[in-house]
């Protein structure tokens, strides 16, 4: 067998004639589409030319009910009376829903069962749900819900964090039990230490701000059914949350969803509430229903990210190595569970960053506020828990007068391992080191640091300031039962291949990366791979497509199925053409059998008439990992993703303006599957991060309304806000050391903290226009004005 | 007298009757026309998710195209226009914008993209493309949540050195055609009980304000739109006074520039950044580009924002604003125009026919500062504009402060100013002017600015004005600084 003349790329060397084959095989040096290939995401002509259809763009069903759901005007209110009398009568009114429509269970939570659909007793935000109506046009709906005569009684409500510790002191209960992270003995290592200072800072909330709002559409079936289209990053959790509403089982339930218009978290656990109220008109009407808030009624009514109080207390030498730390945390959680705990988890798995603390405590307290519960959002926590480690650096080196580069250095996990982290988890895979000594180069940080002091000596007004952080990020749910994905590829006798998986679109390229996977195990062009929607009743038991995880695990999965149905192929080979195993080997677009080949599809083809089963599901669970809360310990990380990024910043001190003037971003994806889509994914996590700690404020009157509640008032970055000098670069050394998708790393979240650099040197300028005596206690979102709030007090100036 | 719309969309005529004249254009594009690339984002004009671009015939017998908000324009305002959406473009495989926007992976999600590419697409068509800044500008007010922007732009960049094609045969055959389908006189049309009226000349639209005194005057729509998408009221009347071609016209003398109400606040950059450049940065920054080729100056003017942007600007630099009632017009400072939060110096009836600014002369200095939590597409928390005249002596003569954000309505700071006059306008007399804001205003605090920031920037923003136009040369903006290299 000459091997070699057959894999020759010039595609001349002969081929040995073989009575296999019909038609010669075509010999591409390689298929199009495999991993590592810089693919466009799958849909992206079918987004530039608006033919990518998103659920509100499928054609209405005759007869389509549209559903408004009316809010709550107060904070916190008993419900003394409602009347829907004249709702009932309004032109155009099919069903008015309430509580008491529902044949099965009145919630919608993920997890404690504390979300009502429509409430019975009390309301316990503005902007819960209220009831529903569901009428010939949405106008129709939102104009009849007008006529509904309700009368509350106040009660007591908590808005802020500190009403929220006020009511939670009072009353001995917190939302969630406290929890409380220990390494060493950190009262005895801050009493030993040279130097200790301690501060606070409030991080804000931020509203995902997906472009496409929440919308589900529900169409009954026989037998009770329910055929549910939601734009949801969960549909396995929207398919039982209707089940349950609906008295029925899971199996009755299907949930369908092709691509989302942007999730980052924010369609996790909320496209249940618009699910449920589609599903529900739908039960009660017998008629197609479609339910999609407007986007203030959305922004109002659905959760944002935690906001999050951090006070911290370090240890540390003149030299600015930290001996000890200690963190609590204040989280906001809104009036209900629903994430919470596990988002309060992640920001004590993250208050050390990427720094090795001898010893340290983290306790964190889960607050109940009447507001909207807040929910998932990109870093579920973790970049809370950061901003609490990086302030107390630049504090740090405040105090010793160190570079607050060379601060984080000196306190960076050993890339040798050794260390710890507060939950007790060894550090083996660090490349923190390695990274921050790359960009510190790359991107002439001394020398711009000189630049920086020269320019604020020579300028009374602006003032620059530079940071460059780090980002050490865990992955894997810490909820270790959800690490598990499921996939069905099924190949048909053409050659042609469909793949589903349980994985969600939301924009972030996961649909291309799992069928590159698929192509690369099958060696077939992309082309051949069919992208499918996720839905329900291919895939069951699925997690949420969130903690970065959606190639790790998904694209695990796939492969497994893919291997499954190739080993038959292999099988089937070795049977019919009497090989060895070894002898079969899949080659672009062909496949090699002893010294003849054949066409990937004529195999399958054979195989077929051979009767051999095309289809296979795949399955992974991540292996090795768990954590204990009681001992508040273990391994809950597969792994971890690592960048950094050096961030400069002007900021104006009549006003608090301030711009962002350039970026330097290194980041580790360990073997990309596709570098073009993690690229995409970093700049625009950088940005969104940015948006969070700047201009994204969340802002609620006295009375629980929150006001920013549509882009009118909510401000995300811009074009004009991301500097023209900003540069992304893959970690061309990255390369997981957990047996990966092809020795990837996830790259959802992790970018989105890269952005603290930014706040960092937001934090730097502040303190440059000052005398170098008081340090700033800038919060975030740092807008302009709490950037000249801070540089008034670093002035002095009350 | 009824009529129907008569428009074209995507090259197809149509003619539209029956539904309401506030139903929005997106809504008439998705619902009716099944044209679904164009999207809801926001329903208020803040996200450009629903771009698509309009055309009109111009005074030259060619076309104006200009990207408009399809969530927050009336369908009837399609009457005698076409409009093109991304189903258009790419009909006939993808255009070289869109060719440019797969290639450098500039979509991720999808949802706001047929929004840019409308957007780029029709800033290209009209030379606005430039340079990489001018890209920027150009999509500022269009939201992308997923790529941070960077692809887009770059795309952007390479359209932008790429020719337009001359279409100037097509545009002449299509204007006639847009022109008949408009017709010469008043348009009038009615749809679920609700009316509206398009009126073809300033006599006509007099007497029709007149006639129906409670209508609604709509021009670029970026306000009365949001009254039926957000605050969902019912317009049983409302009166286009976009076709009024006395509205449209802006004059020049020696001394002055008169604005037609219906001037765009973008065809306004162009008049004003010659008056000064702080009135082409205030205008580059104000709203959003697709709220800059619809909002007009007069719609500024008439509603009567607290802040306004233009607003204060206009009003230190000591402009004059004319009114038309029936046949009668008068005249009267713009400032006198604001009469209290929601109020306005306008009798049922009348309208907002032009605005006169004076310019600067050499013995006077002037500077605008818009604040605002963000840059680009946002409303000022502080709009400060400052005009000082100077005397032979150099001391201060006349001061016109005008501020916007810090009071029900933009407002002088008269404290200020008196604590200017006579003075030479140096940091002293800087301190003292912020010092007498305290007399002139109590802001509020809301979801802008607090009350004590507003307060404090605008102090500052005078003692800004002072250093700038002071002698020692303190960098006082961030926006001059270049981006570090």
């Given amino acids: ?171 001995g209960e917190d939302l969630l039990d406290a929890h409380t992270m220990r390494l060493g003995d950190v009262d005895a290592a801050l009493q030993s230490a040279e130097m200790v200072l301690e501060g606070r800072v409030e991080v804000g909330g931020q509203d995902h701000f997906y472009l496409e709002g929440q919308i589900a559409t529900a169409v009954p079936q026989e037998d009770g059914d329910m055929l549910v289209r939601s734009s949801t990053q969960h549909p396995s959790e929207v398919q039982h949350n209707v089940a349950k509403m609906l008295g029925v089982a899971d199996h009755s339930v299907t949930v369908e969803v092709r691509r989302m218009g942007g999730g980052f978290g924010g369609k996790e656990s909320q496209p249940a509430l618009f699910a449920s109220v589609a599903a529900l008109a739908a039960h009660v009407t017998g008629r197609p229903a479609k339910c999609r808030p407007d986007r203030d009624d959305d922004m109002v009514m659905t959760g944002k990210r ?103 250095k000196r306190n960076f996990y050993p890339a040798a391992g050794g260390a710890l982290t507060p939950y007790h988890m060894a550090v083996t895979d660090s490349v923190i080191e390695d990274i921050v000594g790359e960009l510190e180069a790359s991107c002439d940080y001394r020398v711009r640091r000189e630049a920086v002091r020269r320019f604020n000596a020579d300028n009374p007004v602006l003032k620059k300031g530079l940071a460059l952080t780090p980002v050490k990020f865990g992955i894997s749910f810490t909820t270790s039962h959800l690490n598990q994905a499921g996939a069905l590829v099924h190949v048909y006798k053409d050659g042609s291949v469909q ?128 954590y204990d809360r009681e001992s508040a310990s273990g391994t809950p990380f597969y792994y971890f993703a690592y960048g950094a990024a050096c961030a400069e910043v002007a900021i104006d001190t009549l006003t608090g303006e301030y711009r962002l003037l350039r970026a330097d971003i290194l980041h580790d994806v360990g073997r990309s599957l596709n570098p073009a889509l993690d690229l995409g994914q970093i700049e625009g996590g950088f940005i969104q991060g940015m948006g969070w700690l700047t201009t994204e404020e969340l802002w609620w009157d006295k009375a629980g309304r929150l006001r920013t509640h549509a882009p009118s008032t909510y401000k995300i970055p811009t074009a004009n806000d991301r500097p023209d000098n900003l540069t992304v670069r893959l ?68 | 007298m009824a009529e129907a719309i008569r428009t074209i969309i995507n090259g197809q005529e149509r003619r539209i009757e029956g539904v309401s004249p506030t139903t929005t254009m997106l809504n008439h594009l998705r619902r009716t026309e099944r044209l679904t690339g164009t999207k809801e984002g926001c329903a208020e004009g803040d996200c450009g998710a629903c771009t698509v671009m309009l055309i009109e015939p111009d005074e030259a017998g060619g076309l104006r195209r200009r990207a408009v908000n399809a969530c927050i324009q009336f369908v009837p305002s399609l009457h005698g226009r076409a409009i093109e959406t ?130 609604v005057l709509v021009a670029g729509a970026t306000d009365v739109g949001l009254w039926v998408t957000k605050l969902h009221r019912e317009l049983p009347v409302l009166i286009d006074v976009t076709r009024v071609p006395e509205l449209h016209g802006w004059s020049n003398d020696d001394l002055t520039v008169t604005l037609g109400a219906t001037v765009t606040h973008r065809e306004a950059r162009r008049i004003l950044e010659d008056l000064h450049p702080d009135l082409g940065e205030l205008m580059r920054r104000f709203a959003g580009y697709q ?138 007399a800087a301190e003292r002017a912020a010092a007498a804001l305290r007399d002139d205003f109590t802001p509020l605090t809301d979801m802008r600015a607090s009350a004590a920031y507003r307060l404090t920037v605008a102090g500052n923003l005078l003692r800004r004005f002072q250093m700038e136009t002071g002698a020692a040369g303190t960098r006082t903006r961030v926006l001059d600084l270049s981006d570090v290299a």
Avoid at chain 1, 372 to 395: H, L, Y
Avoid at chain 2, 185 to 205: I, K, N, Q, V
Wanted: aromatic share 6%.
């Fill in chain 2, 291 to 428: 709220i800059r080729n619809a909002g007009t100056v007069g719609g500024n003017i008439a509603n009567g924002s607290p802040i306004g942007d233009l607003l204060p600007a206009l009003i230190a630099l000591g402009a004059q604003l004319q009114l038309r009632h029936g046949t009668v017009g008068r005249e009267l400072p713009l400032e006198d125009f604001f009469i209290e939060y929601g109020r306005q110096d306008r009798a049922k009836g009348e309208l907002v026919a032009s605005v006169t600014v004076p310019k600067l002369r050499a013995d006077q200095l002037f500077a605008c500062y818009k604040i605002s939590k963000r840059f680009d597409s946002d409303i000022s928390a502080v709009m400060g504009a400052f005009r000082l005249t100077l005397g032979d002596d150099g001391l201060v003569r006349e001061a016109r402060l005008a501020f916007g954000g810090m009071a029900g309505t933009p407002q002088r700071a008269k404290a200020a100013e008196a604590a200017l006059v006579g003075q030479p306008f140096d940091a002293a």
């Fill in chain 1, 306 to 408: 935690h906001e999050m109080r951090l006070d911290y207390r370090v240890g540390f030498d003149r030299e600015g190595r930290i001996a000890a730390a200690d963190f609590a945390h204040v989280v906001r959680c809104g009036y209900s569970r629903d994430l919470s705990g596990a988002i309060a988890d992640r920001a004590m798995f993250h208050a050390d960053n990427a720094y090795a603390l001898p010893a340290a405590r983290i306790h964190s307290r889960r607050l109940k506020t009447n507001t909207v519960s807040n929910t998932a959002f990109r870093g579920f926590g973790g970049p809370q828990g950061m901003v609490g480690i990086e302030r107390a650096m630049d504090r740090i080196a405040f105090a010793t007068g160190l570079d607050p580069l060379d601060v984080r």
């Fill in chain 1, 731 to 798: 970690w061309e050394k990255g390369e997981n050391r957990a047996p990966t998708i092809y020795r990837s790393k996830a790259v959802g979240e992790p970018p989105f903290m890269l952005a603290i650099s930014v706040f960092s040197a937001l934090t730097d300028a502040v303190c440059a226009a000052g005398d170098g005596k008081a340090f700033p206690d800038l919060d975030a979102p740092a807008t302009p004005e709490r950037v000249l709030a801070a540089v008034q007090a670093v002035r002095g100036v009350r």
């Fill in chain 1, 499 to 626: 793949l589903n998986h349980g994985g969600t679109e939301m924009g972030q390229g996961l649909f291309t990366k799992v069928a590159q996977v698929v192509a690369e195990e099958f060696q077939i062009d992309i082309d051949h791979v069919k992208i499918t929607s996720t839905t329900t009743a291919k895939v069951p038991n699925t997690s949420a497509t969130a903690a970065s995880s959606g190639s790790d695990l998904n694209g695990m999965a796939a492969q497994a199925a893919a291997r499954a149905i190739k080993e038959r192929l292999i099988d089937y080979a070795c049977e019919q053409y009497h090989v060895a195993r070894d002898q079969v080997v899949f080659q672009p677009n062909r496949v090699l059998i002893g010294n003849a080949e054949k066409r990937f599809a004529d195999l399958v083809g054979e195989a077929y008439l051979a009767r051999k089963s095309l289809s296979s599901t795949g399955y992974y669970a991540t292996p090795g990992i768990h």
């Fill in chain 2, 86 to 215: 991304i189903e258009q473009l790419g009909r006939n495989g993808l255009h070289p914008l869109q060719q440019a926007m797969v290639d450098h992976h500039a979509s991720q999600c999808g949802f706001c993209t047929p929004g840019f590419v409308m957007q780029l697409y029709s800033g290209w068509l009209t030379g606005a493309l430039t340079d990489r800044q001018s890209v920027k500008d150009v999509i500022a007010g269009n939201l992308c949540r997923c790529t941070g922007y960077g692809p887009i732009i770059d795309a952007g960049v390479d359209l932008a050195r790429l020719e337009p094609p001359d279409t100037a045969a097509d545009d002449a055959v299509l204007a006639e055609r847009l022109r008949s389908l408009r017709g010469a006189e008043t348009f009038a049309y009615e749809g679920e009980g609700a009316r509206w009226f398009a009126p073809a000349s300033l006599d006509a639209l007099a007497d029709l304000a007149a006639a129906h005194p409670d209508a």
């Fill in chain 1, 1 to 171: 067998m000459d091997v070699t003349r057959i894999q020759d790329r010039s595609g001349a060397g002969g081929v040995a004639p073989s009575a296999l084959h019909e038609r010669p095989p075509t010999h591409e040096g390689e298929i199009r589409g495999g991993v590592a290939r810089a693919l466009a995401h799958d849909s992206a002509a079918k987004h530039v030319s608006g033919a990518a259809r998103y659920i509100d763009d499928e054609p209405e069903l005759p007869g389509t009910l549209q559903v408004y759901i009316a809010l709550s005007p107060r904070a916190h209110a008993r419900i003394l009376s409602a009347d829907y009398t004249g709702v009932r009568q309004a032109p155009g009114v099919h069903a008015v829903l309430t509580a008491a429509d529902i044949p099965g269970k009145n919630d919608y939570s993920p997890v404690f069962g504390d979300d009502p659909i429509f409430p019975t007793q009390t309301v316990e935000y503005v902007g819960q749900p209220l009831f529903a109506v569901a009428a010939e046009t949405i106008e129709a709906a939102r104009a009849a819900a007008k006529h509904a005569v309700f009368t509350f009684e106040d009660l007591p409500a908590a808005i802020t964090i500190d009403e929220a510790l006020v009511s939670a002191d009072a009353a």
